[in-house]
């Protein structure tokens, strides 16, 4: 999806941010997915970064992924969108109890923007391949988080959460929020990626697991 | 962690769910959103003086920065709902729901005891030791009609009365299957010789024969005015008794003998087991299609026994023959299989007590264990309350008293053997649809006592 010119791989900041959008988008699912959120089989398989990915097809969680990661990329009535204009610091996963509401992980995806890139609107280059092939590494460390990450037995609901800059107007799809927080979480850093215009970290907290107090 | 510190510093912001408890207003790094925190806490009054405003705007700006001191907001993206899906997991969902009735239920109910003996046996000479045939059953009008070799009794259990229905001339045909129809006015009898007839109980009279299967009809059940046959040719047979052309819809999609028929309470499903070890769904609508809803496998013997949960739509119990054993609890909406229990014995009645989440199953021959008896299961979590069970022999049928409290189980050592075991009877509270079914039943307590 980055635009580039034949034969080099130019990354301009728009097509980055629709990497970076797009890359939320399936690690999003791949979290309701692999954690047990919505049921197996309300997902449909597709390719993407050389790998089975998991999209659901539940309609309401399809148009509410859809919308969240318009928001991020295209441009919205807001003007600039978050991603193009660097404003976007971090996206996170919030999972929580849907009986209680108390969050039992959190998905931290922190964005690093370059700079020079947003105000100058040089690009860099990088390979489409090496891209997708560190996105390819953290979906493969997602699917894969279910070894350690504590059973959820219980019916969850999701919510994602943002940091943006502070003088980013809210949008109206958007309402201010709390930060959602774990007491006392552990957290796992996963790989991350980067365009060279927008790195992408992820670390995964949850809440401690009673069974695995000593 | 240095992001995991900047963010507890940092919990500004309006608050979405009330149960984020606020620190007391003395903490002036809590109290920096105004606009909401304000409605929420009355006493927070004194910030509107100008001169800590603006000492309160200074302090938001040095505390919203993150670890690369930065500041920021968050905000939750309400875009759109999420929630089009009913179930997360709907297994679960279905569980948690069940388990949270049951609690509420458990409260209410005080500890019953099993009954060790049974109320009452009568004899039953020349009862076939027949384990697809369904020979018994008791009508709403309190008759239990049951039907023994070549005779059909009716046994009055007001007043213990025993009176012959009918005997059939010549060796070769006796009757396989009994059904009361579900106002007890009729009467329906399937015979080994695949003849299906109507009887009039009030006049003791024939009304009708029905016509079209050619194998003997080991099971029957009623829908209103459809009247539903199974048969060893294969077929499941609807019969609308009102029309003079009863024939409404054929159903050829079993492999073998049709032992087990069922319709849901609501009547908008039928469950089919059939001696191919088969559990077909088939849902009124779509019968003369011969469209089945699902077509259920997990049997390795034949499935004869067949219940529908009262107090939970489209979850059915079934069980299986002898080399299966297994009591299977199924969601028919979606069609899989919630539980599962073996029994490690032949199963060939189950049947539902209303009054307590529980289910009583009967079984035949055993190799290990269960042989001849009644199991007793809690529901939902399938645990076993406790076993009955003096046959000689192996069980053949079950079938329940209108009142929903006695359960009587048919020998093959000729015995009807009566057993108080789903009592006693709930006045009703919790669960509305033990209520409804009480209500219809004009027989509310019972007179067998």
Redesign the interface.
Known sequence: MASRTVAKDIITLRGSAAIVSEFFGYAANSILYNRGVYPEESFAKVKKYGLPMLLTQDEGVKSFITNLTAQLSENEIVGKEWLEAGKLQRVVMVIMSKATKEVLERWNFSIETDSDVVEKGVSREKSDREIMREIQAIMRQIASSITYLPCLDEPCVFDVLAYTDTDVPVPFTWIESDPKLIANPQMVKLHSFDTKIHKVDTLVSYKNDEWDEQ | ?K??RG??L????????D??TVPPITDFRYHS?FSSSIKKQPASAFFFIPCVQAYRQKLIENL?L?SQG????????????????K????V??LR?EVAAIFEKDCKQTPYRCIPKGEKRVLDAPRLRNDYYSNIMSWGMNNMLAVALGHELYLWNSEDQAVHKLLQVRGGNDWPTSVTWSEDARTLAVGYMCSNLQLWDVESSKLIRSLQGHSGRIASTAWNGHILTSGSRDKSIINHDVRAANSLASCIKRHADEVCGLKWSTEGNRLASGGNENLLYIWEASKMSSSKFLHRLSDHCAAVKALAWCPYQNNVLASGGGLSDGCIKIWNTEKGICINNIETKAQICGLEWNRHHKEILSGHGYSIRENQNKLCLWRYPSMTKVGELGNHKSRIINLCQSPDGITVISAGADETLRFWDVFGPPTAGAGNSMVSDLQGLLSFRTSLLR
């Open positions: 962690m992001a995991q963010d507890s940092n919990r500004i912001g309006t608050l979405q769910d149960s984020t959103s919203s993150d930065r500041p920021f907001k968050i905000m939750v993206f309400r875009g759109s709902p999420k929630s089009s899906r179930s997360i997991r709907f679960d969902e948690q």
